[in-house]
C-alpha cells in the first residue's frame, strides 16, 4: 500500500498538475485510512494494464479535456443541451474520469463519502451532485426544479422520478456491456465485502472508448461505481455549499456483464444502499466503489478562483 500511494501521489503531482499544498491535503486524507487506494494489492488483480490502455486510446478517437474553461484538466462543462445551451452557457464541469481522474489509471476505492467530498475539496472542486452526474451521462444537464422535488421523502422521489425517467445510456439508446469495463470477475476469496478478501479488478479510466458521454464523460457504466451527493432541500445541493445531502452511488461496476445488480442507465436512481449522510464519518465504502468530482464556474463561464 506504501508504495502504490506514493506511486498515486506523483501521477497526481505530474499529470493532474496538484499544487504542493493540494497534494499534502491528498496525502493527510489517504494517509488517514487503512484501506484508501487503488484496492488491496495483495487481493487485487486488474483484468488489462495501464500500458494496454494508452495503446487502444492511441489508436481511437477520444475526447479532449476542456481545462481552459474549467480551469483543472481532463474536465468537461455540461449544460443543458436540450433547452439549446452551448458550452457558453456551461456553470460547472466534471471530470472525464473516476478519480484520480488521469486517463489510463486505476480508480480510488474503499473510499467513505465523506473522504470523497474531502478529496473533492483538497484537489479544487466538490463532489457532485445527482442530477449533475446523470445529466453529463446522458448528455444533457437539466434544472434543480426539474430533478427534484424537496416537498417529498426520498423513497417518494426516488419512485416517482425513476417511473417517468429518460432511459437512455452514455453510449446511446440501447444497452451494451461489452462497450465498457463490465467484464472483470471478483476474486474467489470474495464472497462478502472485506478488505482482505476482495480485490478492486478495475479496468484502466478511459479503456474503453466507446463507452463515453455526449459531453466526453467515461466510464459512467462499469469499472467502479460512484459517490454523489443525494440533496433531499435546496440547502444539501453541493453546488450551494458543503452541508451535503445523504449518499448515491451511481453507475454499474466492473462485473456487471455476469452479474447485473441493479438498472445503470443514466438517470436511474438507486435505493439508499447503505445510506447515510455524505457527512457522516462512517459512510459507506468497499472495494468497487469510487468517485468523481465537479468544479463550479463563474457566471462569466469561467473555473472560480475561488475553487468550490
Not at 137 to 156: H, I, K, M, N, P
Not at 240 to 262: N, Q, V
Request: proline share 6%; glycine share 8%.
Amino acid at each position: 500500500m506504501p508504495e502504490q500511494r506514493e506511486q498515486l501521489f506523483a501521477k497526481l503531482k505530474k499529470f493532474a498538475g496538484l499544487s504542493d499544498s493540494e497534494l499534502g491535503d491528498v496525502r493527510r486524507i489517504v494517509e488517514a485510512s487503512k484501506m484508501l487506494g487503488q484496492g488491496n494489492p495483495k487481493a487485487t488483480t486488474h483484468p488489462m494494464s495501464r500500458a494496454d490502455c494508452r495503446q487502444i486510446r492511441a489508436q481511437a478517437h477520444t475526447f479532449l479535456d476542456r481545462a481552459a474553461i474549467c480551469g483543472k484538466r481532463f474536465m468537461v462543462p455540461i449544460y443543458n443541451r436540450r433547452a439549446g445551451e452551448t458550452e457558453r452557457d456551461a456553470r460547472v464541469c466534471i471530470d472525464q474520469y473516476e478519480f484520480p481522474d488521469i486517463p489510463c489509471e486505476y480508480p480510488v476505492t474503499w473510499v467513505r463519502a465523506v473522504e470523497a467530498a474531502d478529496l473533492c475539496r483538497a484537489v479544487g472542486k466538490r463532489l457532485c451532485d445527482t442530477h449533475e452526474w446523470e445529466g453529463a451521462c446522458a448528455g444533457s444537464l437539466r434544472t434543480v426544479e426539474q430533478e427534484y422535488d424537496f416537498q417529498q421523502s426520498r423513497r417518494d422521489m426516488r419512485f416517482f422520478f425513476n417511473k417517468s425517467r429518460e432511459i437512455v445510456w452514455a453510449y446511446g439508446p440501447e444497452k451494451h456491456h461489452e462497450k465498457c469495463g463490465t467484464g472483470s470477475k471478483k476474486g474467489p476469496d470474495c464472497a462478502s465485502i472485506s478488505w482482505k478478501g476482495c480485490g478492486s479488478n478495475t479496468y484502466p479510466a478511459g479503456a474503453f472508448p466507446e463507452c463515453v458521454s455526449p459531453f466526453g464523460v467515461y466510464d459512467q457504466h462499469g469499472n467502479a461505481a460512484e459517490h454523489m451527493n443525494m440533496p433531499l432541500g435546496p440547502e444539501q445541493l453541493a453546488s450551494r455549499g458543503d452541508k451535503l445531502g445523504e449518499t448515491e452511488m451511481k453507475g454499474s461496476w466492473f462485473i456487471f456483464k455476469s452479474y447485473e445488480a441493479h438498472e445503470d442507465d443514466c438517470r436511474w436512481r438507486a435505493p439508499d444502499w447503505h445510506g447515510s449522510r455524505v457527512r457522516d464519518i462512517n459512510s459507506h465504502g468497499n472495494y468497487h466503489l469510487g468517485f468523481r468530482c465537479c468544479r463550479d464556474l463563474s457566471p462569466e463561464g469561467r473555473a472560480s478562483d475561488a475553487g468550490p
